[in-house]
């Protein structure tokens, strides 16, 4: 779906370029980048609707003009527009350069450091017109951009990168505008320093540590958000083709200093059907299932460093030798999570086989909540689909079925265009979608009030 406040705000700026006093070429070169600007969204070629007046300006008879990065267009043409007392394009302005910033892979156009960018000047720029404008109080009758104010990117903006810290004090400088600039200086060197002690500090010790405890071999480390997930194989890899690979995956959740522990599984079947090999990546995983789901009451009673929420308390500056209990812990419960290994050493195609697919959907929930399974009905008619391709027939009602069913799934569904795409490809072949282990989807159709899955 084209983003269209970009194409409108885009629209506007090269009205008000068009109308400034500049020069023909500079005009070219501005509006040159305007369209660069928005071609960097979901959005469509719209230079047809000011095509008399760019025409009239010489724009098509040259293709392309000297790049302007992104914070110095965004710095130019909020100064015009406050200029002009234009409150709503410098509110929108600061919308989109900040989206572009926090959603986009924009390259060196982003300065590598806070500093860098403070240096370069744009940003002062950009920071004083929008004080000026009082934007963070502005909610015009026509605007169609919505700022998304700092504390929303407060929350959701990781630090557990250097590059991510860089860029999250960067948008902080854009949007806390009622913060003092020494103090977001402050909390970007703080928040540097706490990265340092993590790397290396008793955390960077669990891929040694889990292995010294329990010789489990470490494959990859995976930083999302708040978390660090350290991801081991959890034994060696089946002799069966389509037998199942089991991994544990240790994560510490900064934001709350908690540890906690899945187990994971990958069945060879599913990766054949999705034509990959094993992987040491979390989206490559099929089942997970929490280990501490295993763990009986008596376990949360009499283990003190075993937390009743599931996990275990730790948190960065904290020593060496805390993290060893906590570990260890964990892996004194280890045998009480034999349900979860006994279940999927069990061959899958066996249990798909063993059950028509109306009698396992019905059987599906449990089976997830007890061991880790399908997290709702299409993905399980992916499997039977891809059965049916095996035994020498295509599944063209089973097909039927799944585009009925995504009709009522709502476009923003992450995985929905898998399926979408899966279901052209299981036209012709055997092909399975990624998996999902947290949400079902949710449904379109107004008269269906329960959650699908």
């Not at 200029?83 to 982003?110: C, M, N, S």
């Not at 929905?416 to 899966?422: A, F, I, N, R, S």
Request: aromatic share 10%; with cysteine; glycine share 6%.
């Amino acid at each position: 779906m084209s983003m269209h406040e970009i194409e409108d705000l885009v629209e506007d700026t090269v009205r008000l370029v068009l109308a400034s006093e500049r020069p023909a070429q500079d005009k070219r070169r501005l509006i040159f980048n305007l369209y660069r600007f928005q071609a960097w969204f979901d959005t469509g070629e719209t230079t047809g609707r000011l095509q008399e007046a760019l025409q009239a300006l010489g724009y098509f008879e040259q293709e392309s003009y000297e790049t302007i990065p992104v914070l110095s267009l965004a710095a130019t043409i909020m100064r015009d527009a406050s200029q002009r007392g234009d409150r709503q394009l410098v509110h929108h302005w600061l919308a989109a350069v900040t989206r572009a910033l926090a959603d986009l892979d924009i390259g060196d156009e982003r300065p590598q450091t806070f500093e860098a960018m403070l240096a370069a000047g744009d940003a002062a720029v950009i920071r004083q017109a929008a004080r000026d404008q009082r934007v963070l109080r502005y909610s015009g009758r026509n605007a169609y951009m919505r700022l998304t104010p700092w504390r929303y990117h407060k929350d959701t903006l990781p630090e557990l990168d250097a590059a991510e810290i860089e860029r999250k004090h960067q948008i902080r400088y854009l949007t806390d505008l009622d913060a003092d600039e020494a103090k977001i200086r402050a909390d970007c060197e703080k928040a540097r320093r706490t990265l340092a002690d993590i790397e290396n500090g008793p955390l960077s010790r669990i891929p040694a540590l889990v292995g010294e405890m329990a010789g489990h071999a470490f494959l990859a480390t995976e930083r999302q958000r708040h978390y660090r997930h350290f991801v081991f194989a959890a034994g060696a890899p089946p002799s069966d083709p389509e037998g199942a690979s089991f991994y544990l995956i240790v994560t510490h959740d900064q934001s709350v200093g908690f540890i906690r522990a899945q187990l994971a599984v990958q069945h060879g079947l599913l990766c054949r059907w999705q034509e990959r090999g094993f992987g040491s990546r979390l989206e490559d995983m099929h089942f997970y299932a929490n280990i501490a789901g295993y763990f009986p009451e008596q376990a949360f009673l009499q283990d003190r460093d075993l937390d009743s929420m599931g996990g275990w308390q730790y948190k960065i500056g904290q020593s060496e030798s805390l993290l060893k209990k906590r570990l260890a812990s964990l892996f004194r419960h280890w045998p009480h999570a034999e349900p979860f290994f006994d279940f999927h050493r069990k061959p899958l195609r066996a249990l798909l086989q063993g059950n028509a697919l109306d009698v396992l959907e019905k059987q599906r929930r449990e089976l997830r909540l007890a061991n880790g399974f399908f997290v709702n009905d299409i993905e399980l008619m992916f499997a039977y689909a891809c059965l049916g391709w095996e035994q020498g027939r295509q599944p063209a009602a089973l097909l039927d079925r799944i585009r009925g069913r995504l009709d009522a799934v709502s476009d923003a569904y992450h995985l929905k265009k898998y399926w979408v795409e899966g279901v052209g490809k299981l036209a012709t072949k055997p092909w399975f979608p990624p998996l999902d282990d947290t949400f079902a989807y949710k449904a379109q159709d107004p008269e269906t009030s329960s959650r699908s899955g």
